[in-house]
């Protein structure tokens, strides 16, 4: 049981060690130091006596703590006021740059605008210019009046074009001296055509005249005009060739213009072409590591045994808080609690988060985040490559009514007697056995049958891989039985039905297959899925029948694993040995579990120091599908755990010592306390009374189920509240815990010692055992709803212990005793407790004081004692005399 040190406990209620330690002395509660240890009894002693003192701390603490809450939210305030006018001084600078940017754009587009038009002036000058020069070639040209004319004048084009290209190559020798002279050219060219226009202007008469008179006499002369125009052309030659020459300049521009255009679109299709090949290259690239990075994924999964997809995703607890999740994505935690006040939800760092406000920040942030259940924290999820796995043996699981044959069933095949050593004949714990069938092996797991099993049938299921329902055909589908259908399809595990007991009268397997189709249990025959087998556990009938299905099943499901890695399974139960410590049996699912392997097993871990199979032979590995027991656990785990095998011993006792750690701070939230908000609800409830156990048996597996039948029980009227289960024998520190909780201690398969015993009669704690679970329930059921009706009682008669033994004839084994206390009588029932484990309980056979028959043997006197049917005996055992009196209830 856990205990509180003094320091600890000082620091809690807010003073110092010494101080109280003198409360502790006017108590009169013994504690010698501050690193003394105080049992919860005494804590909560001290709790109520200095209740005034520590409301008085707490107020004080309190105060102080308003004050730093003030203190820190003027400061608050400070900051956030120069935060703000740093904010409005980086507003204004930012207010100016961008005007003066503004200013600057504009100055730009202004400066632009002005070049567009200086451009778009020039190219309407040329334009001109191209208009103007069309216009005087047009009016230059005369049209003839007859074919003599047309033929000279196409002579002075030709003469003309010639002059043209030879004045045209000469140009683009002449360019550049001949531009600084255009503009005066042009002036002397203008006035040159204005003296030619008004000469022929001044004698037009002449030139009708002498032109008609050529046509009359049909001579063919020359016409004075055209002869004037050659004669122009050739007196104004410097004014053709400029404009010529500009004509060429401006069609050498526009042709370099168009190559350059070609040139720069044929080197921008060629980057084109070049960057969507480096495009190309860089995806490919990509592609090629994203590839290479998901198989460095996959190897580093195979190395870890996890799924690859989950080392990518950062995993958190249900319930974190705002700061083990800043920890966990490795950003400040004020990020955090930013967002949280934007969603509306604002938290202190040790607040806890939902589900779907961790979410939302982790989408938030960009991170890929998974939570954590409580159930899959002490779980492990495992990755195999499909290369490595081989076929292993099929794990099954007997599942079924009470006293329907499920232990009689694996009685037959194992051709063992099982069920007639059980208490009550029902089955008490999770066993596990292998047979070799056909040269192939099977591995059994037998469920007990009762409904106060229930987890630990459902628990079966899980680790199964292929379910028998057994189903009494005298007798039908029962509770249990479809307790056991709802199970089994939970976890997805196909059923075999072996309908038992054919050979008795009134047996109808039809009628039990008409039943189970209700359920959905349809036999093959009538179009289902499920084979059913009709047999008979008793004459062995069918037996062969039933396993050649299981195998048939087995190979449908193609079971397969991969034992080349570290071994996991499940515990399938659990215990304490005083000579072999903590045994587990447990079922390995995966990898090979060797000798010397570290293993972590629920929250306790430990190094394998021994194994034994299902026939307690030793062996030194076990691979998938094998249920072995295990010796070398630092405690006992609880019955379902899962176990997984670690290289490193400190890394599984690390793993063990958080798990454990998780474990206390959840068991510690769970308590009540009173507040002002429940403090209404707590008055009315007042009429409600509490029933507080103590639970204590031999193996975990009994404890679960114990506590799951109290759970389902009618808490109207009556509030059950375990505080505490254990597996062990009933000591002094349970009776110490009972009398200051006000408990009644409940023992299952164990027995108090002396001075439990005794602390228990003086302080007035009552210790009920029980043998059969189900007894238990039925007198805590009576008491609860007030109906406890005369009842048998067991009364302590003595006990005495075993100083050594030897052998008597006709009698076998005998114990040489001494009485310790009270006196135990010849015909009293006696039982054998052995390391605070019942291992007989009946009669004895024979009594003797000396070598003189006894009637009876009191306290402090020696005499010999024999056990009926029973010769294991050793010395150190304990022998309890009891009688059981019919007393009448009379409250």
């Known amino acids: 049981m856990a205990k509180v040190r003094v320091s600890t406990l000082a620091k809690e209620f807010g003073m110092t060690s010494k101080e109280l330690m003198g409360h502790l002395a006017e108590m009169k509660i013994p504690a010698k130091s501050a690193s003394s240890a105080l049992e919860d009894a005494y804590v909560a002693m001290v709790r109520k006596q200095l209740a005034s003192v520590i409301e008085a701390r707490a107020q004080e603490v309190e105060a102080a703590k308003q004050a730093e809450e003030e203190a820190a939210a003027a400061e608050e305030a400070a900051r956030a006021a120069e935060a703000e006018r740093e904010r409005i001084a980086a507003e204004k600078a930012r207010e100016e740059e961008r005007r003066q940017f503004a200013a600057a754009q504009a100055a730009e587009e202004a400066a632009r605008a002005e070049a567009e038009a200086k451009k778009k002036a020039e190219q309407e000058r040329l334009a001109r210019e191209k208009e103007e020069a069309a216009r005087e070639a047009q009016r230059r040209a005369v049209p003839a009046s007859d074919s003599g004319s047309r033929f000279r004048s196409l002579l002075d084009q030709i003469a003309a074009q010639e002059t043209v290209l030879k004045e045209k190559k000469d140009a683009e020798d002449k360019a550049k001296a001949e531009r600084g002279n255009r503009r005066g050219g042009n002036n002397d060219r203008r006035g040159g055509r204005r003296n030619d226009r008004n000469a022929s202007e001044s004698r037009p008469h002449s030139h009708r005249t002498n032109a008609s008179n050529n046509v009359a006499a049909g001579m063919d002369f020359p016409n004075p005009d055209k002869q004037g125009k050659g004669k122009k052309r050739k007196g104004g030659h410097n004014s053709e060739e400029d404009h010529y020459s500009r004509m060429a300049r401006e069609a050498e521009e526009y042709s370099r213009e168009k190559v350059l255009e070609e040139a720069r679109a044929a080197v921008e299709e060629a980057s084109r072409e070049s960057t969507g090949r480096r495009k190309k290259r860089k995806e490919k690239r990509e592609r090629e590591a994203a590839r290479a990075q998901e198989e460095r994924k996959i190897e580093e999964a195979l190395a870890q045994g996890v799924n690859p997809e989950e080392l990518d995703a950062i995993k958190v607890s249900q319930g974190v808080t705002v700061q083990e999740l800043a920890e966990a994505l490795d950003v400040p935690a004020n990020d955090i609690i930013k967002r949280l006040f934007l969603l509306g939800t604002p938290l202190t760092m040790t607040q806890s988060m939902s589900d779907d406000l961790v979410e939302l920040v982790a989408d938030d942030l960009g991170r890929q985040i998974r939570i954590i259940t409580p159930e899959e924290e002490n779980t492990f999820s495992f990755y195999d490559d499909p290369a490595d796995l081989k076929p292993r043996a099929p794990v099954v699981t007997v599942m079924g009514h009470v006293d329907h044959g499920k232990t009689s069933l694996l009685d037959a095949i194992r051709h063992t007697g099982v069920a007639a050593g059980e208490a009550g004949g029902i089955t008490q714990a999770i066993g596990a056995s292998q047979v070799m069938i056909n040269d192939r092996k ?286 062990g024998a009933i000591n002094e520190t349970d009776v110490v815990l009972a009398d200051a909780s006000n408990a009644i201690i409940i023992g299952f398969g164990v027995r108090p010692d002396g001075k439990a015993r005794s602390a228990a009669e003086r302080e007035g704690v009552e210790i009920r055992c029980y043998d059969v679970i189900y007894k238990c329930l039925e007198e805590l059921d009576a008491a609860r709803i007030g109906m406890l009706k005369p009842t048998e009682v067991e009364v302590s008669t003595g006990t005495a212990t075993v100083l050594d033994t030897f052998k008597v004839p006709k009698v076998g084994i005998a114990a040489g005793v001494r009485v310790e206390e009270g006196e135990i009588a010849a015909n009293d029932s006696v039982r054998l407790v052995r390391d605070g484990i019942v291992v007989f309980n009946g009669k004895i056979a024979s009594m003797r004081h000396y070598k003189d028959e006894a009637k009876s043997l009191k306290s402090g006197s020696e005499g010999g004692i024999g056990l009926e049917n029973f010769q294991d005996i050793k010395p150190g055992d304990q022998i309890e005399g009891y009688r059981i009196d019919q007393v009448a209830r009379t409250e």
């Open 442 to 727: 099977i591995t059994f797991i037998d469920t007990p049958g009762h409904a106060t099993f229930t987890a630990m049938r459902a628990r079966g299921a899980k680790v199964t891989d292929i379910v028998i329902l057994i189903v009494a055909a005298d007798d039908g589908v029962m509770p249990q039985t479809v307790e056991s259908i709802n199970h089994a399809k939970a976890a997805g595990v196909p059923i075999v039905v072996a309908v038992n007991k054919i050979d008795k009268p009134g047996a109808n397997p039809d009628r039990v297959r008409q039943e189970l189709t209700e359920y959905g249990v349809i036999p093959e025959e009538w179009g289902g899925q499920n084979m059913f087998v009709n047999i008979s556990a008793k004459q062995k009938i069918g037996i062969d029948d039933l396993l050649e299905t299981v195998l048939l099943q087995a190979d449908v499901l193609e079971l397969k694993a991969n034992p080349d890695t570290f071994a996991s399974g499940n515990v399938l139960e659990a215990k304490l040995d005083k000579g072999r410590g903590s045994v587990a049996t447990v079922l390995v699912t995966r990898g090979t579990l060797h000798v010397g392997d570290t293993l972590v097993a629920g929250l306790t871990y430990g190094r394998v120091r021994a194994m034994l199979d299902p026939k307690g032979r030793a062996v030194t590995e076990a691979g998938p599908s094998d249920a072995v027991e295990i010796l070398g656990l630092q405690s006992v785990p609880n019955a379902g755990d899962e176990f997984r095998v670690f290289e490193d011993e400190r890394e599984a006792r690390a793993l063990a010592d958080e798990r454990s750690l998780k474990a206390r701070i959840e068991e510690q939230s769970r308590v009540k306390h009173v507040t002002l908000e429940n403090l209404f609800e707590t008055i009315a409830d007042a009429e409600v009374k509490e029933l507080n156990l103590i639970i204590k048996a031999d193996v975990q597996g009994s404890i679960e189920a114990l506590q799951d039948s109290l759970d389902k029980m009618d808490q109207s009227e009556v509030r059950i509240n375990t505080i505490h289960s254990a597996v």
